[in-house]
């Protein structure tokens, strides 16, 4: 699955910050059920690359699997090694893009600027994610997306929620990378499934 096409089926990325490994396919299934189909496991969450190829190997057949917080390109290899598919990173590293691309997976660097956008375009990247979204505000997409070419999307990261969804689309916002709304440390499948239903609900809206 490409990330257009989960992006499709569902503009919400899910970013499992935090999770555990042992814990991760539970609450994948809970997230399917709502519909979203891009999964990312930040590396700054315990045994991370465990998590990936847990989530790779159940689910990759249904979703984008992949892994955030991407620093380096030797970080994009062990992704790629673990059976993900999607990278996704803070910041626009020109190696992590290069990389990323090189082994045919998914890019989504983050920027905030047109310098930083552009940049990453040049590059390859179709997939950019604006961050952290919050700080910058949907006026800012808008101007962002006025200087952008076609094919490019933007994902909105960062202190946004399904109240705030709907203005983030009106700005041109094609998805949404959702972290604490849907998951945090320690939390039960149920309580996930519960708030992937309210995120995807307004996503899609």
Partial sequence: MTLDEAL???????????????EVEAHAEALLAAGIRALETPLNSPSPLDSVARLARGFGDRALVGAGTVLTA???????????????SPDMNP???????????????????????????????RHLK????????????????AVLPAGV?????????PADMAAWKAAG??????????????????V??????????????
């Fill in 192 to 205: 996930t499934a519960e708030k992937a239903r309210a995120v995807v609900a307004a996503a899609k809206g």
């Fill in 74 to 88: 030797a970080e994009v290899e062990a992704v790629a090694a673990a059976g993900g598919r999607l990278v996704v």
């Fill in 95 to 125: 190696e992590v893009v290069t990389r990323t691309l090189a082994l045919g997976l998914a890019s989504a660097p983050g920027v905030a600027t047109a310098t930083e956008a552009l940049a990453a375009v040049r590059l390859g990247a």
């Fill in 173 to 190: 916002a094609a998805g949404f990378g959702v972290g604490s709304e849907l998951y945090r440390p320690g939390q039960a499948p149920s």
């Fill in 153 to 161: 999307s933007v994902l909105a990261v960062g202190g946004v929620g």
């Fill in 8 to 22: 499709a089926a569902c503009p919400v990325v899910a970013i499992l910050r935090g999770i555990r490994p042992e």
């Fill in 130 to 145: 604006l961050f952290p979204a919050a700080t910058y505000g949907p006026g800012h997409l808008k101007q962002l997306s």
